[in-house]
């Protein structure tokens, strides 16, 4: 059973940041590749970023590279997304998925969390 719990959604200014995290299991987290999708309102889900199990491979979506940054934090077993520079159209529902072993992560995953909402005013 994969259980994935996103936190640290809300509400922010143009410009300003905020870190989103998913929790996992320690299985889960050695075993899977974790990536963050959204998906804003009328759009469809789109990827966001995603890290290997190993931790060795990372991709973003190209409107992310060099604003957001995803990292795995060992210490509290969790995959954490933090976003820069934040702008109105990064306001979506976050999702955080996982799936095993594959690289590149697909933009299907099978395990996906209940998402975080990440509102930006401008």
């Known amino acids: 059973q994969v259980q994935l719990v996103e936190s640290g959604g809300g509400l922010v200014q143009a410009g300003g940041s905020l870190r989103l995290s998913c929790a996992a299991s320690r299985r889960t987290i050695d075993n899977y590749s974790m990536g963050w999708f959204r998906q804003a309102p009328g759009k469809e889900r789109e990827f966001v970023a995603a890290i290997s199990w190993t931790g060795s491979n990372i991709h973003y979506a190209d409107s992310m590279k060099g604003r957001f940054t995803i990292a795995k934090v060992n210490a509290k077993n969790t995959v954490d997304l933090q976003m820069n520079s934040l702008k109105p159209e990064d306001t979506a529902v976050y999702y955080c998925?996982?799936?095993?072993?594959?690289?590149?992560?697909?933009?299907?995953?099978?395990?996906w969390g209940q998402g975080t909402q990440v509102t930006v005013s401008s």
């Open positions: 998925a996982a799936d095993y072993r594959t690289w590149p992560m697909t933009l299907t995953p099978v395990y």
